[in-house]
């Protein structure tokens, strides 16, 4: 069965919900079990608030292009964010600083874009 480019990106954005909130469980459960749970627990905290949004998002995706565009913004921000903390707490450091200033900026823009799509009056 062929899939439009909806039905695509819904099962993506649900996909990637999914793995938020696989990595945002073992993240808190590390952040509970090491001795330094801040960046385990600021990873938690990304992964775990965004991955409900982003399921709800995906499963609404064809009713919007503007979802679509807020679900694009905050999928692949909050997957920025948390490979950069990712990073900082396998390795000790990030090799790309800058993704996380990036993700963070990325999911404040998905997170406006949902509020402007709420003033944006649907067609039917």
Same mark, same amino acid.
């Given at each position: +069965?062929? +899939?439009?480019g909806q039905n695509w990106f819904a099962r993506l954005t649900i996909f990637v919900a999914g793995?938020?909130?696989?990595?945002?469980?073992?993240? $808190?459960?590390?952040? *509970?079990?090491?001795?330094?749970? =801040?960046? &385990?627990? *600021? &990873?938690? !905290?990304?992964? !775990?608030? =965004?991955?409900? *949004?982003?399921?709800? !998002?995906?499963?609404?995706?064809?009713?919007? =292009?503007?979802?679509?565009? *807020?679900?694009g913004l905050i999928g692949l921000g909050a997957l920025l964010f948390s490979a950069d903390l990712?990073? /900082?707490?396998?390795?000790?450091?990030?090799? +790309?600083?800058?993704?996380?200033? /990036?993700?963070?900026?990325? !999911?404040? $823009?998905?997170? @406006? /874009? @949902?509020?402007?799509?709420?003033?944006?009056?649907?067609?039917?």
């Open positions: +069965m062929p +899939m439009n793995i938020l909130g696989a990595g945002g469980v073992a993240s $808190a459960a590390g952040a *509970a079990h090491t001795g330094d749970p =801040q960046i &385990l627990g *600021a &990873l938690a !905290l990304i992964a !775990l608030t =965004q991955a409900p *949004a982003l399921l709800a !998002l995906g499963l609404h995706a064809g009713r919007s =292009q503007t979802l679509r565009i *807020a679900a990712g990073a /900082v707490h396998f390795l000790g450091a990030s090799p +790309m600083r800058f993704l996380a200033p /990036v993700g963070g900026t990325l !999911l404040i $823009a998905g997170w @406006i /874009v @949902i509020a402007v799509c709420a003033l944006i009056p649907r067609r039917s």
